[in-house]
């Protein structure tokens, strides 16, 4: 081997071993992937056919800062029935997408977020099934998703465990319902909370809107109801009783006057309810402004004949 080809041969060894090296280098850089855990509590457990028991929605963030949950559950439809959901002690605290079930197909879907993040272990759902027949399996689909609290939205590595519940082929003299259990148990109503009133060109084409938001550690608020009445519970300006009316967050106001007493009821599932009330600041309208100014043209012209006659 020649002077030049020991050189070129030299030349090609360096340069493949700078690029070895880069390439170990960069794959000792790529951190681990983060992961988290979804699962069900109980995981498994022996039921009567008619049986209604509560199975936990749950995550384990192993460690990691969370702030959006994307839960998608299968369950097969001809062996369970949801029976209903309950957000009662849930670590999300905003719902894009409410719990939505089908029975029918034996899905059920939510998306929840905690804005200030979340690390460690804690219920997302409680959702009680109702036992058909056979035994059942719960799991995960893969479209559940986890992201991490990073500012970039990083979807988490997700591990997600079923539950297997066996049926037992006698029927109960008297079927357990943990549900209803649950809902006998409740007694405390949902959180304390404060109604806002807002205006904004984009919501409600500028209009007047209320928000309201609470939380409730048993059973989970089951909906919200609004009322707007003067001081006698009429609504303003009629002699019609005012209605509650089921509402949800924000709620354009029937009254674009601001005259009237606004009170909204959240109430749970066990029936437990908590009643916010807000007093809007009172706004002069054009036809009280000139009922003011006939009425002090009157005074005067009262007053005026008064010294007119004293004079005399």
């Known amino acids: 081997m020649n002077y030049e080809s020991r050189i070129m041969n030299n ?13 170990l280098y960069s794959l000792f850089l790529i951190p681990e992937a983060k992961a988290a855990t979804l699962y069900l509590e109980p995981a498994e457990g ?6 209604t028991f509560i199975v936990e929605v749950r995550i384990d963030s192993e460690g990691e800062q969370i702030n959006t949950v994307k839960v998608n559950l299968n369950f097969p439809q001809d062996k369970l029935k949801i029976v209903d959901a309950g957000k009662g002690g849930s670590i999300l605290t905003l719902w894009a997408e409410e719990p939505v079930y089908s029975n029918e197909n034996g899905t059920l879907s939510f998306i929840g977020g905690i804005p200030q993040g979340f690390r460690g272990e804690g219920k997302l759902l409680s959702v009680p099934f109702r036992v058909r027949q ?25 591990t997600f465990p079923g539950a297997i519940f066996t049926i037992l082929p006698e029927i109960a003299e008297v079927p357990r319902d943990e549900w209803q259990e649950e809902l006998e148990k409740d007694k405390t109503p949902p959180e304390p909370f404060e109604i806002f009133i807002g205006q904004d060109p984009a ?8 928000a309201f938001f609470t939380t409730d550690v048993g059973t989970g608020v089951d909906y919200y109801e609004v009322l707007e ?9 009629t002699t019609l009783k005012a209605e509650w ?6 709620y354009l106001l029937e009254d674009q006057s601001l005259q009237s007493i606004i009170k ?24 009280e402004i000139l009922l003011g100014i006939i009425i002090v043209a009157m005074i005067g012209v009262v007053i005026w004949q008064l010294i007119r006659r004293f004079r005399k």
């Not at 919501?203 to 209320?210: A, E, P, R, T, V």
């Open 264 to 287: 909204v009821r959240a109430v749970d599932k066990a029936g437990n309810e908590r009643v916010a009330e807000i007093i809007p600041p009172y706004k002069i309208t054009w036809k």
């Open 11 to 23: 030349y090609f060894k360096i340069i493949f071993g700078i690029f070895a090296f880069f390439i």
């Open 134 to 158: 056979t035994d059942a399996k719960i799991e995960f689909l893969d479209t559940s998703v986890v992201l991490l609290n990073d500012g970039l939205g990083t979807p988490a590595k997700l």
């Open 245 to 250: 009316k089921r509402a949800e967050s924000p």
């Open 46 to 51: 022996e039921y009567y056919q008619d049986d």
């Open 203 to 210: 919501i409600f084409d500028g209009k007047y809107f209320i």
């Open 229 to 237: 009445a003067d001081e006698r519970g009429y609504q303003r300006g």
